[in-house]
């Protein structure tokens, strides 16, 4: 059985009851069922996110594995598979004993040797995992027993449990001796947590269904169903004709679409939240003239990021001078973000040699004119009218550019991991312990690493390696706004914004935490429900 969507597109539309603001603002009980169809913009390259390092396969293996240890509402950590964790007064080792009676969805037993092979996996030179730098610390570590895991370093780790509720724990019994980077595992896996893949159609939809084995009991809606829609103007039409039912939204559909139509606001919750992410127009510091810091730190003065923010995202940003969330403890607040200043930039660009010697417009140096290209990604219209505003801005300096997007895979495929780019507009998500190690160390950039802009500052690695020896919060506070200071004086980017998370969510769907915890909208989405008057009419076929 699948679930008709290609049809259902209009098909759902037409049998979903004419339900009245009023049913949908009624309170239900909670109760198991229904199904919940939602947005993402790429397809998954793979299942298992800690070797495909992308956000869409961390996302979708969410919720499919489990971790030792998880974040809960208030950002403490908390067991997951971990019932107690202990960690050694020279904290140097940290014991692990493992919940009683836990089991992969196939029935077998998760016990502490899929976590040793999964370590053993992540830290393989062959698997090449952007995530490997942190398990690589662990010079030893042990299943004694199957309840049991023990991991030890040769020196403190002050990231070392953080570390540990980021690794998606694999079976062993389905992995073991097979290729990680070409298993059929990565398209059709096994987990343990609340859902399990049921059906996935490139490019289409991911369909879950509920996991009755999952080990940390069971969530309330049986199916949920990813549908890949790159476009989010494409997602809004789907969301209006109720064809799914949440999606993050750009700015113009929270702050203006939305509020000029009150039947969607009878039909829909929005939430705002400022999340743990920036974006950034970040260079290829291996081709020239990036390995130029003036011209870096003039691209820098020439780039209006209030304009970006005003113009692009309705004001739904704030300007970031390092790459931390504003207001947290690590966030340096002596640095004051680069001020836009075109006079300064062209002081930089004629410091660095370029002048625009033919009269074109175009400043150039040694008769190559200062041009290059800068990629993004197809379907996020934010970045691409981002590019735009740069565009136009750096022309104004001399600078000449070329916008080019691309599909997300392509984008990562051919031109990020193999390094074939001049410039490109992303973003960065980030964890919420301090340390960037995996970005900016030297030693990360190899294909498929974070730093593929090839960033390499013998100050910035000390920093980072200090930062992670420190426990002491203060001092590793300033290790971290040390490090934030010579990323700004270096300008290896330039940070654009740090953007809002903007969710609209379908009124159909209870249970959503009120006010929203630090954890953000999505946490234990696995007690949301839909009551049974307010669901679809799911249309199947054989």
């Not at 009624?26 to 390259?45: C, E, K, N, R, W």
């Not at 291996?286 to 692009?312: L, S």
Request: aromatic letters at 10%; charged letters at 20%; proline letters at 6%.
């Amino acid at each position: 059985m699948a679930y008709l969507l290609c049809a259902g597109l209009v098909a759902c539309s037409t049998d979903t009851p004419d339900h009245s603001a009023k049913v949908f603002d009624q309170s239900y009980p909670a109760q198991p069922g229904g199904t919940l169809i939602s947005a993402m913009p790429s397809d998954p390259s793979s299942m298992i996110g800690m070797v495909a390092g992308e956000s869409a396969s961390l996302a979708i293996g969410s919720y499919l594995f489990n971790s030792l240890l998880k974040y809960d509402q208030n950002l403490d950590l908390a067991g997951e598979l971990a019932e107690s964790w202990q960690v050694a007064d020279d904290k140097k080792t940290i014991t692990f004993k493992l919940k009683p009676g836990l089991q992969w969805a196939d029935g077998k037993p998760l016990t502490s040797a899929d976590i040793l092979f999964t370590w053993q996996l992540i830290t393989d030179e062959n698997t090449h995992s952007p995530y490997a730098s942190d398990y690589q610390l662990v010079t030893k570590a042990e299943a004694p027993d199957a309840h049991t895991f023990i991991v030890h370093y040769s020196q403190p780790f002050a990231p070392a449990l953080e570390s540990w509720a980021s690794l998606q724990v694999l079976p062993k019994h389905k992995l073991a001796g097979q290729d990680i980077r070409t298993t059929s595992f990565a398209q059709k896996p096994l987990g343990s947590n609340y859902y399990q893949l049921k059906e996935w159609r490139h490019g289409e939809y991911i369909k879950l269904e509920k996991n009755p084995k999952s080990v940390l009991g069971s969530a309330n809606i049986d199916h949920l169903i990813e549908r890949i829609i790159p476009d989010t103007a494409a997602q809004f039409l789907e969301l209006m004709a109720d064809n799914i039912d949440s999606m993050s939204m750009d700015p113009i559909t929270y702050a203006r679409i939305i509020p000029s139509r009150p039947a969607l606001q009878a039909r829909l919750n929005q939430f705002k939240e400022l999340g743990n992410s920036y974006t950034y127009l970040g260079f290829n510091l291996k081709r020239k003239p990036f390995d130029d810091v003036r011209v870096r730190k003039a691209i820098n003065y020439a780039i209006d990021k209030q304009e970006i923010i005003d113009g692009v995202y309705l004001g739904l940003g704030i300007t970031i001078a390092s790459p931390y969330k504003p207001g947290t403890r690590w966030s340096n607040p002596d640095l004051i973000p680069y001020t836009f200043d075109p006079a300064k930039a062209k002081q930089l660009l004629a410091e660095a040699g370029f002048e625009d010697t033919n009269g074109d417009g175009v400043v150039d140096r040694d008769g190559k004119k200062l041009s290059f290209e800068i990629l993004t990604n197809l379907g996020n219209k934010q970045r691409e009218k981002t590019a735009v505003i740069i565009q136009r801005r750096l022309k104004e300096v001399g600078i000449e550019t070329h916008i080019r997007t691309l599909e997300w895979a392509s984008l990562l495929t051919n031109f990020i991991k193999p390094g074939d780019f001049d410039a490109v507009v992303m973003g960065w998500g980030l964890g919420l312990d301090p340390d960037q190690y995996n970005i900016w160390h030297s030693s990360q950039q190899k294909p498929g690493q974070f730093n593929f802009i090839g960033y390499n500052n013998p100050a910035v690695d000390k920093l980072l390696e200090q930062g992670r020896l420190e426990f002491d919060p203060e001092k590793r506070m300033q290790i971290y706004h040390e490090f934030a200071e010579v990323l700004y004086e270096d300008s290896p980017l330039v940070y654009l914004s740090a953007g809002y998370g903007l969710t609209a969510i379908h009124k159909r769907v209870q249970g959503i935490m009120n006010p929203v915890p630090p954890a953000g909208v999505s946490y234990d989405s696995q007690k949301w429900y839909i009551p049974q008057p307010l669901r679809r009419t799911q249309i199947q076929a054989e």
